[in-house]
C-alpha cells in the first residue's frame, strides 16, 4: 500500500505512463461523444422526414376530402390522371 509520502514522489515513469492513459481515455471519450453526435444527427433528420411525410399525408387527405364533395376538383384531378396515362407524358421533348 502506497503512503502519502510515496505518492507525491512520483516518477518521471509514473507521470508519463499517467499522462499515456490520460490521452487514450480523452481519445475514447471524444471518439464516444463524436459517435452519439452523428447518431443523434442521423435520429433528427429522420424525425424531420417522418414529420415532412405525415404532414403531406395529412394534406393529400384534406386534399381527397375536398376532391370527393367538389366535382370541379374531382374533374381536375382526373384530367391530371388521364395526362399521367398518355403515352409519352412527363418525357421531356
Known amino acids: 500500500m502506497a503512503s502519502i509520502a ?10 508519463r505512463e499517467r499522462a499515456e492513459r490520460a ?3 480523452f481519445r475514447h471519450i471524444s471518439f464516444t ?3 452519439l453526435g452523428r ?6 433528420s429522420t ?3 417522418w ?6 399525408r ?3 387527405r384534406l386534399f381527397w376530402e375536398l376532391a370527393l364533395t367538389d366535382p370541379r376538383v374531382m374533374s381536375e384531378l382526373r384530367a391530371i390522371q388521364d395526362h399521367a396515362e ?3 407524358a412527363g418525357r421531356a421533348s
Open 6 to 15: 510515496h505518492a507525491q514522489r512520483l516518477s518521471h515513469y509514473d507521470l
Open 23 to 25: 490521452e487514450t481515455s
Open 33 to 35: 461523444v463524436e459517435q
Open 39 to 44: 447518431i443523434a444527427r442521423r435520429v433528427g
Open 47 to 49: 424525425l424531420h422526414r
Open 51 to 56: 414529420a415532412a411525410a405525415h404532414q403531406q
Open 58 to 60: 395529412v394534406q393529400d
Open 86 to 88: 398518355q403515352p409519352g
